[in-house]
């Protein structure tokens, strides 16, 4: 079966995907220096490094949910090949995770609090449909709320329309931005090994 997100983001990258590719390696340079410019250090406190690892893996990623943790488990995973980009949306959802670490305080590996994780996806869910009924309603009554309020409050109804389209495009873009989130929970399952 075809993956048509994968034809899209080959659409949009095709152009300047050896300039991305050359970027990404000068980042991960830099991130892999950075770390063992922390490790060599002495002088820091064992809670000084994670901060600072924490930092650089911020930088890598450019994501502030990213911990130095999931990305030093996403590097070391070989199933995984953009650690950088994974490693962000896993954090994200971290609430839903049970995490078992080595003597190090590694992750050697993740594991669903299934309760917690079904939980999200039913609201995750609910949320979606919430929003996806609210604009099939308001898009459904609109002339009538419209007229409804320009002869109750003496507004221009052109004015009003306006401003309904604009609550209508606002509502659009909040469902687009929970079904977006709800997608990465159901993806999460793929990339929690």
Known sequence: MIDFTKLIE????RKDKFKKAE???KRREVFFEEILAIEKNTNLSWNQKRVMKDSAAQKLTGNGLATYEFVDYYCRHPDFINFEIISPMVAFWDQTLIKTYDDEKQIIKLEFNTIVYWKEKFFSF???ALLFFA???FGNYGNTII???SSNFYISSEVIGIAYL???LVLVGIFFFFTFL???LLDLKRLVK
Request: aromatic share 28%; charged share 10%.
């Open 10 to 13: 080959l659409y949009i990258s």
């Open 23 to 25: 970027e990404r390696l």
């Open 126 to 128: 609910l949320s979606c």
């Open 135 to 137: 604009i099939f309603f």
């Open 147 to 149: 007229n409804f309020i």
């Open 166 to 168: 604009a609550f209508i």
């Open 182 to 184: 709800f997608l990465t």
